[in-house]
């Protein structure tokens, strides 16, 4: 569907006016096909709820969103359909329901999955229910009788901070994905001749061969003349198998005043993160900021595809807005990439010494990491 923002007028503006006010962000009493100023403030009061970018604008994220918002789990028959996975906010009550009562439905992300089926198909069998897989009105029934098994934390971000734990402190052997955004005939930013597409390939590249360096295997999601859409890249990276995502982007800004790094992890803004992704995101956040003396914008939670499709831990940083006369001469320099580089190895290494044998931030350097592999290594 096209972008809808203020001043559009149609059948598509009467459609999510109809959804914002069923979800009570909108008070419309005369329906209206206009997009004005109260329905700005109504999308920009969903987006934030839902961990998108807040601009106001309707795009795909955010209209797959409000169809999302309008399903209540009963509504409808859920099921697995790999061409074409059922998405929802009751997917996303049965995947919470599920990881309650003791079942490893996957992250809760709202899409029906493999791994939704086959957790629902576990429990079907063990309460005598017919084991199809679907989520119809008496498998509906049996999840609202039964009483939550585990409590005191969601299961399924204590499990991947066990996997965390399990890995040990070594770097060498771990698969990571390094993820520079954009890519082919899509530059990203672009401004005065320096592209976001290029510099953060070659931020990428300064960081895998980083990585290699340790003995840890890092996979490019792209080439340069290639651009995966977030799904893909995902997708890319759950074949994998890989430990961590790393996501490389810079941002812009109509204000050529805005400046600093970001960093974002999975989460919806409702009490449902990451605590790997917000840890990890909190050490790249800390160590960028130390090395680099750039303006500390904070880490946050989204609802990207990237940060949310994924099976591991998923983190996505802006580096710098191009935007910027400042940070994009940073960004062109480098010398200055590779500080940047070195930063957001040593903060997956702080992820994983789980605070053991840790150095101030922005102190650890790359020699001090590899003798910590090396005799890490030996010990074994």
Known sequence: MPLLRRGDFGPDVAE???TLTRLGLLSDPQPSQVFDLP?????????QQRGLITDGIVGPATYRALRDATFRLGDRPLAYLMSQPVTGDDVFALQER????????????GEFGRQT???????QRDYGL????????????????????????RPVFLREQERVRRAGPRLSGKRIIIDPGHGGADRGVVVDGVSEAD???DLARLLEGKMAATGMEALLTRGPNHCPDEGERAAFANEAGADLILSLHSDANPSPLAAGVASFHFGTGNGTSSTVGEALAGYIQRELVARTGMLDCGTHPKTWDMLR???????RVEVGYLTNAGDRARLANPS?????????????????????NDQPTGTFTLDDLMRHELTTGQAR
Do not use: W
């Open 16 to 18: 999510v006016r109809a």
């Open 39 to 47: 329905v700005e403030h109504a999308v920009r009061a969903f987006q």
């Open 98 to 109: 599920l990881l309650e009562l003791g079942y490893d439905a996957g992250r809760p992300n």
């Open 117 to 123: 089926e086959q957790a629902l198909r576990s429990f």
């Open 130 to 153: 017919i084991v199809d897989g679907m989520c119809g009105p008496d498998t509906v029934r049996a999840l609202r009788q039964l009483q939550p098994k585990v409590r005191g934390g």
């Open 199 to 201: 510099v953060m390939l």
């Open 309 to 315: 499709m994924t099976r591991c831990t998923a983190v």
């Open 336 to 356: 200055f990439r590779d500080v940047v580089a070195e930063g957001i190895l040593v903060a997956v290494k702080r992820l994983y010494l789980l605070g053991q």
